[in-house]
Nanobody
Framework: QVQLVESGGGSVQPGGSLRLSCAAS????????MAWYRQAPEKQRELVAA???????DYADSVVGRFTISRDNAKNTAYLQMDSLKPEDTAVYFCAASRRRYTSARLRASNYDYWGQGTQVIVSS
């Protein structure tokens, strides 16, 4: 059974850092694109960052220069390093993965086949 399990969420003060992890297990043995989305209360889910299997990345304008997405293909794990966190980054963060390897990092949410359950990030003083 395919599973995406996020970890690393929590509470942090503004200006702080967190590192999220997303471990993919089950078939397929290797994954295509991976991404992080987030959803704040009463807001729509939005793309935060995405990465192809080859390492090409894409970021939301609001996180450029503060967040870094990476992946370890051998471990089928994606990471989101979040620095200089702001209160507006508060949200539930979801990991997504596709079976197919797309050449572009910028995909629609519908291109992702699997989603994690989410991990809460709270940025507050």
């Amino acid at each position: 059974q395919v599973q995406l399990v996020e970890s690393g969420g929590g509470s942090v003060q503004p200006g702080g850092s967190l590192r999220l992890s997303c471990a993919a297990s089950g078939s397929p043995s290797s994954w295509g694109n991976m991404a992080w989305y987030r959803q704040a209360p009463e807001k729509q889910r939005e793309l935060v960052a995405a990465i192809t299997s080859g390492g090409l990345t894409d970021y939301a304008d609001s996180v450029v220069g503060r967040f870094t997405i990476s992946r370890d293909n051998a471990k089928n794990t994606a990471y989101l390093q979040m620095d200089s966190l702001k209160p507006e980054d508060t949200a539930v963060y979801f990991c997504a993965a596709s079976r197919r390897r797309y050449t572009s990092a910028r995909l629609r949410a519908s291109n992702y086949d699997y989603w994690g359950q989410g991990t809460q990030v709270i940025v507050s003083s």
